[in-house]
Nanobody, 121 residues
Framework: QVQLAESGGGLVQAGGSLRVSCAAS????????MGWFRQAPGKEREFVAA????????DYADSVKGRFTISRDNALNAVYLQMNSLKPEDTAVYYC??????????????WGQGTQVTVSS
């Protein structure tokens, strides 16, 4: 089992920045690719970003490329999402996920409880 706990969400004005974090516990963190997903009210959950086990590969949704950066610290069992130039449409609950394979991160069986990010216009 892998336990995931997000933190760092909040309210920010459009154009601002925010960093959300995800702390992992349980199985060996470096064995898992990690991802960030988000779900806005009335919408389905969508992929945001993912990072490989060692951190050498990343992937981003087109909507966040150039604005968001995913990173991880395997020594601290943590993954981060730095969000810059935030837009009101980035408002959502952000979830982190863990999966053995980066390519199929959407099939993660391990999810956190989510952290709310609200961007005001």
């Amino acid at each position: 089992q892998v336990q995931l706990a997000e933190s760092g969400g909040g309210l920010v004005q459009a154009g601002g920045s925010l960093r959300v974090s995800c702390a992992a516990s349980g199985r060996t963190f470096s064995n898992y690719a990690m991802g960030w997903f988000r779900q806005a009210p009335g919408k389905e959950r969508e992929f945001v970003a993912a990072i490989s086990r060692s951190g050498d590969m990343t992937d981003y949704a087109d909507s966040v490329k150039g604005r968001f950066t995913i990173s991880r610290d395997n020594a601290l069992n943590a993954v981060y999402l730095q969000m810059n130039s935030l837009k009101p449409e980035d408002t959502a609950v952000y979830y982190c996920a863990a999966h053995l394979f980066l390519a199929t991160i959407a099939r993660s069986q391990y999810w956190g409880q989510g952290t709310q990010v609200t961007v005001s216009s």
